[in-house]
């Protein structure tokens, strides 16, 4: 079985909305909630700190590890899949930054500026809405309180005078048990006791008549005051409105789980992962350091004619110098590789056709025509003609 609700103890009593002075709270719940705007922004301005340094040192470890995994010999899809961490690193830092710049650019300014515009001051008065609903309590308070003070008074006096009525009793049981007293005085103390009983009653009815008074008027002025309760209450509504709002933007940046650049992050990375393939390395591994390799075997090495290089000056010269021009052209075939070391050498492969055009001049240098166009000098002893 439910128990009944206790009556409010004593403390507890004095400590009730309802008693005089005790609106003060909900009065200061204004200051308070504009203190609390300012710990939102130094607190979470901090955090931007928190997560500014976060995207450094994760650049930091990213630059750091790259650089020595660079310098390590990994290969293939293992090297790729290592690599990524780092790629997806730089990618969180960027996040984490833009973090940061949010909660500072974004969040900070909107919470004071709806903190200038909420929290008004009146001249002299510290905020205007503390100012008005101080005022609007102690407007109502005040018959209130002037009730409650002439009740005090009226209880008081009834405590006093039935102190002074229990103390005439004890005087009067004692006179009535001395055998000694006379009748006379037991009669004056007798009265004495009346006069005390008399007062008490009066005190009581006084006491009584005014506390009627305060309980007929305790419904009004509960009324007033839990109107003007209210309207701080509403006030405060709209505070934990905004505050709400604020908070659940602040999760918005924060909350990097539901982020679908990170999760495009992760997801990559888990992709690269799970691309690794133990085949694939190892066949690279034997095609660039194993017997994969392409090799150069031993075999007969053809003599190949050298070339004497003519100084660009002298060849020049030789250009300018009359040399048979062939009409036509001859055909001919190259015996060797050739690649030309100036502008005006032609390169070509062994076998490959072209024709000449000039002469061979006295240092064994032809002028030919490639296939594609290009005119240039080549060595008279690289070709042979066609037949």
């Known amino acids: 079985m439910a128990s009944l609700p206790q009556e409010p103890t004593q403390d507890l009593a004095k400590r009730s909305f309802w008693m005089p002075g005790n609106y003060v709270p909900t009065v200061h719940r204004t200051q308070q909630s504009y203190r609390a705007c300012n710990d939102l922004v130094a607190c979470f301005t901090e955090r931007a700190g928190v997560e500014r340094q976060y995207a450094q040192q994760l650049s930091q470890w990213s630059s750091k590890w790259k650089a020595i995994m660079d310098s390590r010999p990994l290969y293939g899809s293992l090297m790729t899949a290592w690599q990524s ?8 830092s960027a996040l984490h930054s833009s973090i940061s710049q949010s909660l500072v650019a974004e969040e900070g300014p909107r919470v004071k500026t709806w903190q200038r515009e909420t ?9 205007r809405e503390s100012y008005d609903n101080n005022a609007s309590f102690s407007r109502v308070q005040k018959p209130w309180n002037k009730k409650l003070t ?39 103390v007798t009265e004495a006791r009346e006069l005390a009983t008399d007062a008490k009653e009066k005190a009581r009815e006084r006491y009584e008549k005014l506390l009627e008074d305060v309980t007929s008027y305790t419904p009004r002025y509960m009324e007033e005051m839990e109107v003007v309760f209210e309207q701080s209450q509403e006030e405060e509504r709209k505070r934990i409105s905004f505050l709400k709002q604020a ?5 918005r940046h924060l909350d990097v789980t539901n982020n679908d650049s990170v999760k495009e992050v992760y997801n990559q990375l888990h992709q690269t992962l799970m691309a690794i393939n133990e085949e694939e390395d190892l066949k690279w591994w034997k095609n660039n350091h194993g017997p994969g390799m392409l090799t150069d075997w031993p075999k007969i090495q053809e003599w190949v004619p050298p070339v004497k290089k003519l100084k660009r000056k002298k060849r020049e010269q030789k250009g300018k110098e009359g040399r048979p021009v062939m009409i036509g052209g001859v055909k001919v075939r190259a015996l060797y590789d050739y690649t030309g070391e100036e502008g005006d050498e032609l390169s070509f ?36 003609l066609v037949q």
């Open 349 to 384: 492969k062994a076998g490959e056709e072209f024709l000449k055009v000039e002469e061979e001049d006295d240092q064994g240098w032809c002028r030919g025509v490639l296939s594609g166009g290009k005119e240039g000098f080549y060595p008279a002893n690289y070709v042979q």
């Open 247 to 251: 908070f659940l933007s602040i999760h």
């Open 150 to 188: 002439k009740l005090e008074k009226a209880r008081a006096m009834y405590h006093k005078c039935c102190q002074k009525e229990q103390s005439a009793m004890d005087k009067e049981k004692r006179a009535n048990d001395a055998e000694n007293w006379s009748a006379e005085k037991k009669q004056k």
């Open 85 to 92: 961490f780092f790629t997806s690193t730089e990618r969180l």
């Open 119 to 127: 929290f008004p001051k009146k001249l002299f008065c510290g905020f």
